[in-house]
């Protein structure tokens, strides 16, 4: 196997509990050193010692319980957050589209949020400008896409941030749960898309409970239990795992 | 650390910044003009605030010091004006850097971007209200016959633009960092803001100032930038030395923005 596009090695991840605490200043001039460790010392683990090759060109399934880490493994993809230890490796362009219509502001118009997106998620201003029409089209809103983005459904936005996704040119493209909204018939559009997108060559990393996508869409999954990949495999076999995890299942 | 992977890091920062400038350049773009759309919504004066805003002061101040005190100083309308329009910028984009982060944390928890560009965005978009306002200064100073319209307008005002730029952003990058974990910044800031208003010399002129206090002032990062800026707008001249000064405090701020940006920026999309 070649370089692997994305290689986790002993990867972990613990978040600082006091981060989200009320963050006073005042504990921080009184006792900084007591602050300080104790900002430290409050942790959760969510992921430990998490090892992953994901290979150029292929579609892997995330598996796992609520709070199991899904979310962060693609965060980490995408690169907001960094391993707390351990060495991630993310060698292409990550399309991150952890949660459709991320980063769309409410008072603005579709095509004003069309353009912001575009250009937060790595294109030029006249790339989507030259894609515009084709963006709208595809999310079936030209009606509507000069109205404030407050007045669309959570459907008509997760179209939006789809069809802007649709039109990156990434060599990774990571998809949370984001198949769960919108009707049936842009489902299917979406899923149509995600093939085109296999077809050429993209790594999908793919997040989602419905099992039936999971299986027409993957190529490989990998079940995260315990802060690791308790599983890694083909996807009759982690859904198999899956199951048997599950409470009051075995 | 030796010469070489000072030079070597350079290097490497140099080929970065060429390759992905103009993309960020876009990104700056795209970010100011949402911050410019949102602002205005459902606003009937739009930009017309940012002028008014100013005015208003230099008509209170007028009345307070200049009517009411006969404070010594010639022209003191347009003396305030000249001071209070390059202090609107900074104290409007310092006040609204405390909540840079935490008003985009959608952006900043979902989407890998430089996030330093959210603090570039919003320097330019008060720096551009801020230039919207000097054709109205220089105006107004014809009308009132206080002041020169210079030809070194044309190179002085772009040399402390950039100053001037450099230092918010490098405050506000911090302020803004910091506050994503302790959220009491922004009282700081409001507070901090408003001493140092009456601690700059913008009502008054920093020779009025008692010898006793003077430390004060010269100790003021705000002040070398607000006595340049006047000197310029009001004199047509360039006070080198006080242009020498805010460049330095300007570079110094924008090191320890960077600093502690670059320290705190993994822990955003955790805390946010």
């Not at chain 2, 020498?244 to 960077?258: E, F, K, N, P």
Request: charge should be positive; proline fraction near 4%.
């Amino acid at each position: 196997m070649s370089q692997p596009i994305i290689d986790f090695d002993r990867v972990g991840k613990s978040y600082a509990l006091s981060l989200h605490r009320a963050g006073g200043i005042k504990n921080l001039i009184l006792n900084p050193p007591r602050a300080l460790r104790n900002m430290r010392a409050d942790s959760r683990v969510v992921l430990d010692n998490f090892s992953l090759q994901v290979a150029r060109g292929e579609s892997i399934a995330v598996m796992g319980r609520n709070g199991a880490g899904k979310s962060t493994v693609l965060a980490l993809i995408a690169g907001v957050i960094r391993p707390s230890t351990g060495t991630l490796a993310v060698n292409g362009r990550v399309s991150p589209l952890l949660e459709l219509g991320a980063g769309f502001h409410p008072e603005l118009t579709g095509r004003d949020n069309v353009m912001l997106n575009g250009v937060l998620l790595g294109m030029r201003r006249a790339e989507v400008a030259a894609r515009m029409d084709s963006i709208v089209e595809f999310a079936e809103l030209e009606d509507s896409i000069d109205e404030p983005v407050r007045t669309f459904s959570t459907g008509m936005t997760a179209r939006l941030g789809f069809s802007v996704a649709a039109h990156l040119d990434p060599e990774i493209l990571l998809i949370d749960e984001v198949l769960a909204v919108g009707d049936t018939a842009f489902q299917a559009k979406c899923i149509a898309k995600i093939r085109e997108f296999r077809r050429r060559g993209v790594t999908i990393v793919f997040v989602s409970h419905e099992l039936q996508h999971v299986t027409e869409l993957c190529d490989r999954a990998v079940v995260i239990a315990d802060h690791r990949a308790a599983f890694v495999g083909d996807v009759p076999a982690a859904i198999a795992h899956y199951a048997a995890s599950q409470p009051g299942s075995s | 650390m030796s010469a070489q992977p000072i030079s070597a890091w350079l290097s490497h920062l140099a080929k970065s910044v060429a390759n992905e400038l103009p993309h960020y350049l876009d990104l700056v773009r795209a970010l100011t003009v949402k911050e410019i759309k949102v602002r205005y919504k459902r606003t009937v004066l739009g930009y017309g605030w940012s002028l008014l805003n100013p005015l208003v002061f230099a008509v209170t101040y007028w009345i307070a010091f200049k009517a009411i005190l006969n404070v010594k100083i010639e022209g003191y309308f347009i003396f305030l004006l000249a001071g209070l329009f390059p202090w609107q910028w900074l104290n409007n984009s310092l006040q609204l850097s405390p909540r840079a982060f935490i008003h985009n944390a959608s952006l900043v928890k979902k989407i890998a971007f430089p996030r330093y560009l959210i603090i570039a965005s919003s320097v330019v978009t008060e720096g551009l209200h801020f230039l919207l306002c000097l054709p109205v200064l220089a105006g107004l100073a014809l009308l009132f016959g206080r002041g020169t319209i210079s030809a070194a307008w044309l190179w002085g005002a772009p040399i402390l633009l950039l100053v001037q730029g450099l230092m918010i952003y490098g405050i506000a990058l911090a302020v803004a960092s910091c506050s994503v974990f302790f959220r009491d910044i922004e009282r700081l800031i409001g507070l901090g803001m408003t001493v140092l208003f009456y601690v700059t010399p913008v009502i008054y002129e920093r020779q009025m100032v008692p010898a006793m206090f003077q430390p004060l002032i010269a100790f003021n990062p705000f002040t070398y930038v607000i006595v340049a800026w006047r000197a310029l707008l009001l004199d047509g001249t360039m006070d080198w030395h006080s242009v020498g000064a805010a460049a330095a405090i300007a570079v110094g701020a924008v090191a320890v923005g960077q600093f502690v940006f670059s320290r705190l920026q993994w822990k955003f999309a955790e805390a946010l």
